[in-house]
């Protein structure tokens, strides 16, 4: 674990551009998915549940997550490279988790990208089970 004093907050408007930079550089974004829609969409819906965590004035970690009252959901969690492997993955897990246990979800689903071994062992090393018996289908209702 790290020493390094973090704060875990709200995401604010004005971290937009530092939270867009730092899912570039973790490869969060994708041509399909505008990350600045992706931020203005959430900050219509549970806004208080997209966190930032911050080290010296620095935002070094993100994660939204959402409870529709059946299931909770994890997006965007990103740890900057440089400060990966040191906890704060599981700093910002643990808090969210918390968040969406006080709402009262029982159960949190999260996508990872089959191909993404180290995103995988992450969350094996939290206790996430790998759901081998569920596809995941996508319908795109407003093209971004």
């Avoid at 993100?62 to 959901?73: K, L, T």
């Avoid at 599981?90 to 969210?96: C, Q, S």
Wanted: hydrophobic letters at 35%; glycine letters at 6%; aromatic letters at 10%.
């Amino acid at each position: 674990m790290s020493e390094e004093q973090y704060i875990i907050r709200p995401f604010k408007l004005e971290d937009k551009n530092s939270v867009v930079e730092l899912w570039k550089i973790c490869r969060l974004t994708r041509p399909w998915n505008n990350p600045e829609k992706d931020i203005e969409r959430k900050l219509n819906v549970q806004s208080e549940m997209f966190l930032v965590l911050e080290i010296q004035g620095s935002i070094i970690g993100s994660v939204m997550a959402a409870y529709d009252g059946h299931r909770g959901v994890i997006n965007y969690l990103a740890v900057h490279p440089g400060y990966q492997k040191k906890g704060y993955g599981k700093i910002l897990m643990t808090h969210v988790e918390q968040e969406l246990l006080n709402k009262g979800c029982p159960k949190i689903n999260l996508l990872v990208r089959s191909d993404n071994l180290n995103v995988k062992r992450f969350y094996k090393g939290l206790h996430y089970d790998e759901q081998d018996d569920v596809k995941v289908f996508g319908k795109r209702l407003i093209p971004d």
